[in-house]
């Protein structure tokens, strides 16, 4: 059975604790919704580096301060698996977007643009993905000497 891989990064400003997605083009499936930047995992390919890949070919990142995984996703037929990481940079940048996407923005992670991509919308609805995502912020926030916190409900207090 062939098997399809894919990556995914929820980028996080470091500075500003906002999450970038990308606005898909026209020329994508599923056009013109909000999403997270990623893509296919090759042949040969290990995800982490196809997650780096993925980043530079659609937006010039190249400054990425962590990488930490959030969640792996795996069809019931499993022949779709899909992984997306926490990728931390310092703060929000500018980014160079290539033909796949046309737009970008930088949100808090419960308040992005919509039409929010089915997928994306599926994994952030996951409660178990909300509270890993919590605990990297939380630890994120401790680390960096600030009192702010994500609640059970995704905002920050």
Avoid at 10 to 25: D, P, Y
Avoid at 29 to 51: C, R
Avoid at 112 to 122: A, D, F, I, N
Avoid at 123 to 140: A, G, P, V
Wanted: proline share 5%; aromatic share 8%; hydrophobic share 30%.
């Amino acid at each position: 059975m062939k098997q399809f891989k894919g990556v995914g990064a929820i980028i996080l400003s470091e500075q500003t604790n906002k999450v970038m997605s990308v606005l898909r083009s026209p020329i994508e499936s599923h056009p013109n919704t909000w999403t997270f930047a990623g893509g296919k995992v090759e042949q040969d390919e290990q995800p982490i580096d196809a997650l780096k890949r993925e980043l530079q070919e659609e937006l010039q990142l190249t400054k990425i301060k962590k990488i930490t995984p959030l969640h792996s996703y795996h069809s019931r037929s499993k022949d779709f698996v899909y992984d997306t990481y926490i990728v931390l940079v310092t703060k929000e940048f500018m980014p160079e977007l290539n033909d796949e996407n046309i737009g970008y923005a930088w949100t808090d992670i419960d308040n992005l643009p919509s039409p929010v991509h089915p997928k994306t919308r599926q994994m952030l609805s996951s409660k178990r993905l909300k509270e890993k995502f919590k605990n990297f912020y939380n630890w994120m926030d401790k680390k960096n000497g600030r009192n702010n916190t994500i609640s059970q409900k995704g905002t920050t207090s």
